[in-house]
């Protein structure tokens, strides 16, 4: 995808306006821009199973916990069960649920890059194929090379269309960056409340189709001048995006992405590719091309040591923190 395209090349389709571009890196992101749904499931990852856990370790409000379980039920992600020989329900991961794994960790790998200050990062990951400690990094699944966002052509693909918006009514940002902070220090979370909430992706996905100026994007997405403001500032204030004058008296101006808001990019289609996997029915809605090779692909998550995709079963940790339990 090309992020200076000139504007008749930015838009094959028309878009009739107000209405929301079928997308699955949104479809995506309404699960896991949810601040307490990111949380539930990353402790699922890091192997809680039961409802009194959860709650423990998260310091989360039963009923806010109960419903949130219920809809990652809903959604395919998490399904119920017992054990043997263990009391009670549990919690366990999908085939679905355990996919989000890699976009977890191409969360981690721009977390690790961009978030964590002097720091170490806060988890070192195994891999346990090759038994190196590695990097997850986000590569092109035919030629393994790092996605450079600058080198991805798109073109609509079998699901592509337009449909009404749903909850266009939410204005407030649903990832809290207080609560994401919640429990241990995380690269993802820290990475999730730099996205903001879905307001601001949508932003971000504008600005990967080269939308850049204020106005443009208003009438793209049909938002209020007001939340349009905020949400840029804050992408501004967390470094995604710069303002840059584009007019001769210098009082006009354009959004740009940062090195790091480029490098963000890396995150969206490994959500892409997760949404097009588990929410589109096998109509995926945008095709991508590698330029660099030549081939069509998905992002896919890999050790940096051997190049092998990583899924949820394929690593070990440490953590680089003590958990206060
Ligand atoms: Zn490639
Ligand atoms: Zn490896």
Redesign the pocket.
């Given at each position: 995808m090309t992020l200076n395209a000139s504007p008749d090349e930015k838009q094959k389709t028309a878009r009739p306006v107000v209405l929301e571009r079928h997308c699955s890196v949104r479809r995506t992101v309404e699960i896991v821009l949810d601040s307490w749904s990111f949380l539930i499931l990353r402790e699922s990852f890091f192997g809680v199973k039961r409802f009194d856990k959860f709650q423990t370790r998260l310091g989360i409000p039963r009923q806010t916990l109960s419903n949130r379980l219920s809809k990652l039920v809903e959604n395919g992600i998490l399904s119920t069960g017992t054990r043997p020989n263990e009391r009670g329900k549990q919690y366990f991961f999908t085939a679905r649920g355990k996919d989000l794994f890699p976009t977890m960790l191409s969360l981690m790998e721009f977390g690790d890059k961009w978030l964590a200050g002097d720091e170490l990062p806060p988890l070192q990951l195994t891999?346990k194929?090759?038994?190196?400690e590695?990097r997850p990094i986000t590569v092109c699944s035919e030629c393994k090379t790092p996605v450079n966002a600058w080198d991805v052509a798109h073109r609509d693909g079998p699901g592509a269309g337009y449909s009404p918006p749903e909850l266009r009514k939410s204005t407030r940002r649903n990832s809290d960056p207080k609560l994401l902070q919640r429990v241990r220090p995380c690269s993802v979370a820290r990475s999730l409340s730099i996205i903001g909430d879905r307001w601001s992706f949508l932003i971000l996905r504008e600005g990967w189709f080269g939308v850049r100026r204020f106005d443009e994007m208003r009438e793209n997405l049909g938002i209020a001048t007001n939340i349009l403001t905020d949400r840029l500032n804050h992408l501004v204030e967390t470094g995604v995006l710069r303002k840059v004058p584009y007019n001769a008296a210098g009082d006009r101006y354009e959004y740009r992405f940062t090195k790091m808001g480029i490098d963000l990019y890396k995150p969206m289609l490994a959500m892409m590719a997760w949404g097009d996997r588990w929410l589109s029915d096998g109509n995926p809605p945008l095709k991508l091309r590698h330029k660099a090779c030549g081939q069509d692909f998905h992002a896919q998550v890999?050790?940096?040591?051997?190049?092998?995709p990583?899924d949820a079963s394929a690593t070990t940790h440490r953590l680089r923190y003590t958990l206060d339990e």
């Open positions: 891999h194929r090759c038994g190196k590695c890999v050790c940096s040591e051997c190049l092998e990583i």
